[in-house]
């Protein structure tokens, strides 16, 4: 199995191969198709190779281009727990009539029941099943193959889980961890090796780091010049900068606790 991230929007999308089938793992916004195009063919792969798109939830930054890809030859993978979402985004998307959109149209589409999802993959090739996943949206899927990866668009990263416990993310988590998955795929944060451990840090250092993002945070400093200044690793200031600004009053230890740093 080959999976690769193609790095064009704000949404990671993942070309997923086996040796019978090309796989597209969400997509990004409406518009953002040529740049699709583009970080595809570095891969070497065209449009036209694309067998199928799956996407996660039916959000505009997870769907807004599978119509375009579909026009090209794909099918877009929709479980049968998706059905009632496909056109969810549309009147997001036509609000702006400068965006390129392409509704999703049924000859574009191939309903799949969830219970005959480990079938059809391994007629593709892929050891693997598609798992519903509410918490983030009703309509949410992941896609788990038995080696070992896990591609779980929204659904909360595991550094969040203990905010969610009881929760329907929670439950969702709790299946999903059942598997013992090695590689989780996100679709904002930075991949999670779940086994492989990193070296830690020391939590001095991490502390007074921390408070110096959250610092340059006030000042107004993009995330780029944050590590120019700080030299810090780029996924940490991300992982701050969306604590600090989603929990207002939030100190540096309970940042540090939420992004469980200390056990990355």
């Known amino acids: 199995m080959n999976i690769k991230e193609l790095k064009y929007s704000s949404t990671n999308t993942y070309l997923i191969e086996s040796d019978r089938t090309k796989i597209i793992f969400d997509t990004g916004w409406a518009g953002t198709y040529f740049s699709f195009c583009r970080a595809l063919k570095e891969q070497g792969c065209a449009v036209r190779d694309i067998d199928y798109v799956m996407i996660s939830h039916f959000h505009p930054d997870h769907c807004g281009i599978a119509a375009d890809i579909a026009k090209e030859g794909a099918k877009i993978l929709i479980t049968d727990v998706q059905q009632a979402y496909i056109h969810s985004s549309d009147a997001i ?64 990263p595991l550094y969040e889980l203990k905010l969610h416990k009881g929760t329907q993310i929670g ?18 944060a930075k991949t999670a090796q779940l086994k492989q451990q990193a070296e830690p840090e020391a939590d001095e250092d991490k502390e007074e780091l921390t408070g110096l993002i959250m610092k340059l945070i006030d000042k107004g400093y993009t995330l780029d010049k944050i590590r120019k200044k700080t030299g810090a690793d780029a996924v940490f200031i991300e992982d701050v900068t969306r604590m600090y600004l989603t929990h207002p009053g939030v100190s540096v230890q309970g940042i540090l606790d939420r992004i469980e740093i200390k056990g990355r």
């Open 93 to 156: 998307f036509e609000k702006d009539k400068k965006l390129p959109f392409t509704p999703i149209e049924d000859g574009m589409i191939k309903i799949l029941p969830l219970k005959d999802s480990r079938t059809f993959l391994k007629e593709l090739g892929i050891d693997g099943e598609i798992i519903h996943t509410p918490g983030h949206s009703d309509d949410s899927i992941s896609l788990w193959l038995d080696s070992g990866e896990l591609f779980v668009g929204d659904l909360n």
């Open 171 to 188: 439950d969702s988590w709790d299946k999903l961890l059942a598997l013992d998955p090695a590689v989780v795929y996100y679709g904002h």
